[in-house]
């Protein structure tokens, strides 16, 4: 099929490439000139595994880009729109560039379309987008509005995409939900997986994944009740892991025993100093306006929220308790980027400990396997970036652990407790076991477990696992 993609940020690159990759012909349409350049160029904006891959094997042939939306709707059965929707003040979706692409795409409309809704948007937008293209003269008859929204993951996105929990198309007649139903049939029926060069299957994969046929709305409703619902579980174990500290027990040992509920299940019961990133902020607050608009007070949303942002207040006062005071220590960091597989610093709960401890007096020695460039854009210039997490912990009073990503789940003890001038290790993301870095000599503390100490000893006195 002949699809056009409007947007090329996250969503809109990863959808675009996989569905060359499904073996559709595929144009990718913005309105940045250099990052067009930069895309036919070859260069990758973003840390998505499998991303360059699958660019190097269509762009050019399957995957063409463009910046005349007009143009790539008149060519294309279906457009899919993948364009930001940034939080406004009080916390809605501006729409205001869907609205945009809306107008746009309604002169490209000479036979029949489907515009679908990529980007995470309030319900009632598939409305709206049909009546700005009638607004501006469009036929009724030659296009439908649907949704479908995206689950994507970053760090995992292209596998989220291809080897996707489920496929939700939201359509309010039979005629576009047959298209869509034919532009993901290499993945409903099978036969991508069946293909030699498919991306490899991950763990877990539901092959082939259910499409879910649902109305627009319910669509609409079903991202933002899911990403509100995975936000909740992460600050429902955050606020248990605070209990946890409160009265001794270990929060490992309670998501074990809660996780293996198959009513719970474990995935997102991870403690640690909270959710950040480009969706779950801005979906929390939108889900919450949406609500409020028609009428729910959804204040559940407001305590998820509060515990997230009172999470890394938490963890401040954890670093205080390890260290005492803050003016003028040395702190290696560990991880820049919200999460681990990406390069996205938006809304990182990391930078924005990094700032709180910058302001305090502190100085900072960070290393992220990927975010540094973007970091360094919006990062104060006293923060040096090291090339590696043992050049991160040279000398440091401490190290703290903000991300998680697997290389900092494997580091090696030995050479980490001699590189730094105490052993402490401040570890946001429970990346290790308390009783193993006791062991090793490290005065070790993370979140919901209590802190281990070498034969019990107060960490300050200890140097490579002798007194000072």
């Known amino acids: 099929m002949r699809i056009a ?49 699958l660019l190097g094997r269509h ?48 002169g490209g409309i000479n036979d029949y379309k489907v515009v679908v809704e990529k980007s995470t948007v309030p319900v009632y937008t598939s409305d709206w987008v049909r009546r700005i293209i009638l607004r501006n003269g469009t036929d009724p008859d030659l296009f439908d509005v649907s949704s479908n929204p995206e689950f994507l993951r970053e760090g995992t996105a292209v596998t989220d995409f291809l080897f996707p929990d489920r496929i939700v198309i939201g ?20 036969s991508y997986y069946q293909r030699a060069d498919a991306i490899p299957q991950p763990d877990r994969a539901s092959i082939p994944p259910p499409l879910i046929v649902t109305s627009t709305k319910s669509a609409e409703l079903i991202k933002h009740a899911s990403n509100a619902f995975l936000a909740m579980k992460i600050s429902f174990i955050n606020a248990v892991a605070s209990v946890c500290e409160s009265v001794g027990a270990n929060v490992s040992q309670v998501v074990h025993g809660v996780g293996t509920d198959s009513r719970i299940g474990s995935r997102f ?24 608009e028609g009428g729910y007070d959804f204040r ?21 308790r390890a260290l005492w005071t803050l003016r003028g220590k040395n702190l290696g960091v560990l991880g820049l980027a ?27 020695t960070a290393y992220d396997p990927a975010a540094m460039e973007r970091a360094k854009e919006v990062m104060p210039s ?32 030995n050479r980490l407790r001699q590189e730094l001038k105490y052993p402490i290790v401040i570890d946001g993301r429970n990346l290790y076991d308390p009783e193993v870095m006791a062991a090793q000599g490290f005065t070790y503390y993370s979140v919901g477990r209590d802190a281990a100490h070498p034969d019990g000893v107060p960490s300050a006195v200890l140097k490579n696992g002798k007194r000072a």
């Not at 959710?275 to 979906?283: E, L």
Request: net charge negative; glycine share 8%.
């Open 171 to 190: 359509c309010d007649s039979d005629r576009p939900a047959d298209v869509l139903r034919e532009v993901y049939a290499p993945l409903t029926n099978g």
């Open 269 to 292: 019961l991870n403690p640690g100093i909270g959710y950040g990133g480009s969706c779950f902020p801005k979906d929390v607050m939108a889900f919450r306006a949406v609500a409020r």
């Open 338 to 364: 919200f999460k681990g597989g990406t390069d996205d610093i938006r809304e990182s709960p990391a930078l924005f400990l990094v700032q709180a401890l910058l302001q305090e007096g502190s100085k900072i």
């Open 5 to 53: 993609v409007v947007g090329s940020g996250y969503v809109g690159l990863v959808a675009g490439a996989c569905f060359a990759d499904l073996g559709h012909d595929v144009i990718l349409v913005d309105n940045d000139q250099p990052k067009l350049a930069a895309l036919r160029n070859g260069q990758i904006p973003i840390h998505e595994k499998f991303l360059p891959e």
């Open 300 to 320: 559940l949303l407001d305590e998820v929220m509060r515990i997230n942002e009172d999470q890394r207040q938490r963890f401040l006062r954890k670093v205080h």
């Open 382 to 413: 006293g923060v040096r970036f090291a090339n590696s997490p043992y050049e991160a912990a040279h000398d440091a009073d401490a190290l703290l652990i903000l991300t998680e990503w697997e290389e900092f789940a494997n580091l090696n003890l």
């Open 59 to 106: 762009r050019g042939h399957r995957l063409t880009f463009s910046d005349d939306v007009k143009e790539a709707a008149r060519l294309s059965s279906v457009i899919f729109v993948a364009v930001g929707t940034p939080p406004t003040e009080s916390g809605e979706a501006d729409l205001s560039y869907v609205e945009s692409v809306a107008r746009e795409i309604s």
